[in-house]
């Protein structure tokens, strides 16, 4: 979850605390990043306008870098905001857009979405694993 006003990440945790899923705050882009840098993450919830490095540039660099490049973004905007920054937000790789004020029934069905997904994206990369390991001790051959 990033955003710059510590009311909206509150809000954000109360909606979203139900989920099991850890959140994780951020209050600016550059922090959001630092954190996309040290674990992996299912969704990144992103506000648009914050002071310093925006939702945009922010949404560009961790789609630049190969470690975040496939983590899904939310962008959260205002109302007053959205029609002109929706075309923007697509293009920088947004997944899907939420304005303010959300509706707290909606983003959690989307962010629950997300984390099925990552889930799931996790399962299979475990089997894959576990294939991969089961290929190489019959390569070997009876020992």
Known sequence: M??????????????LGSLD???VRARSGEEAMKALLRRR????????????????????????LDQT?????IFL??????PG????GYATGAADYVTKPF???????????FLDLHRKQLQLEALRAEVQELRA???KGPE
Do not use: C, H, Y
């Not at 993450?41 to 630049?64: C, H, Q, W, Y």
């Not at 905007?77 to 959205?82: K, R, W």
């Not at 509706?103 to 979405?113: M, S, Y």
């Open 85 to 88: 920054f929706t075309f923007r």
């Open 41 to 64: 993450f299912a969704l990144v919830l992103l506000d648009i306008s914050m002071p310093g490095m925006d939702g945009f540039e922010t949404a560009a660099n961790i789609k630049r």
């Open 2 to 15: 990033v955003d710059d006003m510590e009311d909206n990440l509150i809000a954000l945790e109360s909606v």
């Open 21 to 23: 899923a850890p959140l």
């Open 69 to 73: 490049k496939d983590v899904p973004i």
């Open 137 to 139: 001790q019959l390569s």
């Open 77 to 82: 905007t205002g109302a007053e905001e959205a």
């Open 103 to 113: 509706d707290p029934w909606v983003l959690r069905a989307k962010v629950r979405v």
